[in-house]
């Protein structure tokens, strides 16, 4: 799979500030290098003919383009402004986005997606299945508990949920364009939480694979060191 058909959103729109200091997450660096550019690297080491689509916000448009000038990073993509939201980012990235595409939309802080992973969503047959998309999930291994809310619409409480009803969201979501394309024309909804909710939205299906555990997204300062615990393992392979 060449991804000459290909086009990965990368969304790094935000300025995430739960790792603290002044640095947006996805320019902090790990081990060297960017968390931005190793998630850019690990998809052009995947698919080298694939179109990239970075979305930033204004304030670092500039910074991005500086760092690639001073460290010689030629690779072809395009930068779309980041939105308010991760709906409006990703709106705008798909002005760029042909129809009859397959598109992928990914965080920018999730470095690690395993490359049988990215092969298998890549390879999903939308119209066989009769979906629109194609979303990888894990499974909760953790005792969960939903809040509870009184009159006033405070939480006052919770209560123990059954996990096997519930399942966590990963990045790369993939997409038939035209119909995300379609989908992101709707005026914005605070439900919407990732693409799949806004596909849904507009009556579509969408499918489930599995997703890993490797594929962490990179939000508070313990996430970081799970991180180089993985760069390393990765790099002794």
Known sequence: MD??????IITAGGVGRRMG?????QFLELEGKPV?????????????????ILTLP?????????????????FKH??????????????????????????AVHDGVRPFVPRKMLASLLSFNFRKEGVAGV???????????????GQDGMPDGSQTVNRDEYMFVQTPQVFDSTILKECYKKAYSPTFT??????????????????SRFNIKLTTPEDMVMAKIFLSLMEQE
């Not at 204004?58 to 030629?74: A, I, M, P, T, V």
């Not at 939105?83 to 397959?102: C, D, M, W």
């Not at 979303?135 to 809310?149: K, N």
């Open 194 to 211: 990732d693409d799949a909710s806004v596909v849904e939205s507009s009556g579509y299906k969408v499918a489930t694979a599995p997703g």
């Open 78 to 103: 395009v930068i779309a402004s980041g939105g308010i939201t991760r709906f409006h980012s990703v709106k705008n990235a798909l002005e760029y986005v042909p129809q009859g595409a397959v598109v």
């Open 21 to 25: 200091g002044n640095t947006a997450k």
């Open 58 to 74: 204004q304030e670092y448009k500039d910074y991005w383009r500086n760092y690639c000038f001073e460290h010689n990073l030629w």
């Open 135 to 149: 979303i990888p999930v894990m499974p909760s291994i953790e005792s969960m508990r939903r809040y509870t809310y």
């Open 3 to 8: 991804g000459s058909n290909i086009y990965i």
């Open 36 to 52: 931005l550019l190793r998630t850019i690297e690990m998809f052009r080491e995947c698919l080298p003919q694939a179109s990239i």
